[in-house]
């Protein structure tokens, strides 16, 4: 079982930068692929960003944007966003899985409770 919990969500201008966290319980953090997605009001959840132990992959909307890392030892994968648009305002998910299946979510196995981001033009 794993537990995720995001953070580091809020209101931004177009153009500025924020950095979301996902802090996951558990022993077995380092051999899960995590991915981040999003989803905003009437859409519905689409991928962002995914790592496994050495490979990244990226929707195409952020490629050159925003970058996926994890810290295994503090058992935590990051999502820092550059150049934020309006755009990508939604509610931002971590995902934990098996799967390489990296943008499906029905592949994943556990997920986080969301963190609001907010771009403003």
């Known amino acids: 079982q794993v537990q995720l919990v995001e953070s580091g969500g809020g209101l931004v201008q177009a153009g500025g930068s924020l950095r979301l966290s996902c802090a996951a319980s558990g022993r077995t953090f380092s051999s899960y692929n995590m991915g981040w997605f999003r989803q905003a009001p009437g859409k519905e959840r689409e991928f962002v960003a995914a790592?496994?132990?050495?490979?990244?992959n990226y929707a195409d909307s952020v490629k050159g944007r925003f970058t996926i890392s994890r810290d295994n030892a503090k058992n935590t994968v990051y999502l820092q966003m550059n150049s934020l648009k309006p755009e990508d305002t939604a509610v931002y998910y971590c995902a934990a899985g098996y799967t390489r299946s990296w943008g499906i979510p029905s592949k994943y196995d556990y997920w986080g409770q969301g963190t609001q981001v907010t771009v403003s033009s």
């Open positions: 790592i496994s132990w050495s490979t990244t």
